[in-house]
């Protein structure tokens, strides 16, 4: 928590507005489209992407597990996991000194819900409308066949 001298320091206070004016734009769907981008910009990037594949694996790790067996510094790391954290990808909960860091699969369903949705919901109609044309013509053929055999047998 910053002290109370940067909580009134002017630039302090531009940042923070600026943040606030931003997050509170007034154009319809704004605000989550710009949560939504954030997300995407933070999928964008393969070390990330693995952050989120590990915590998924096991979730609630600190820095030091999620940084074992990365080819990159710590820091490097705890940058990628902030990135996480802005986009709330990633919940982070103090345990003692201890930083835990949880997956948070809310965002990426409203991306599935947003923007695979759709998309879903079209091949879904597509094969349902294939499985009746596929049923329609083998009943057809298979009335044809018994017209056939009756036919025959007269």
Not at 15 to 44: G, H, N
Not at 118 to 127: S, Y
Request: aromatic letters at 6%; proline letters at 3%.
């Amino acid at each position: 928590m910053p002290g109370l001298r940067a909580l009134i320091h002017p630039k302090f206070v531009k940042v923070r507005a600026k943040e606030a004016f931003c997050e509170l734009d007034m154009q319809p769907f704004s605000c989550i489209l710009k949560t939504m981008s954030d997300v995407f910009a933070a999928l964008a990037d393969e070390t990330r992407r693995a952050l989120l594949d590990r915590l998924f694996i096991r979730n609630g790790q600190n820095l030091t597990d999620l940084h074992s067996g990365m080819t990159m510094s710590r820091q490097a790391v705890a940058k990628h996991l902030h990135i996480l954290e802005t986009a709330n990808l990633v919940s982070v909960h103090r345990q003692g000194r201890e930083k835990l860091h949880y997956l948070n699969p809310v965002p990426l369903g409203d991306i599935v819900h947003r923007w695979i949705g759709k998309f879903e919901d079209a091949r879904i109609e597509a094969l349902s409308d294939f499985k009746q044309q596929v049923e329609d013509a083998s009943r057809s053929s298979s009335h044809n066949k018994r017209e056939e055999k009756r036919r025959a047998s007269q």
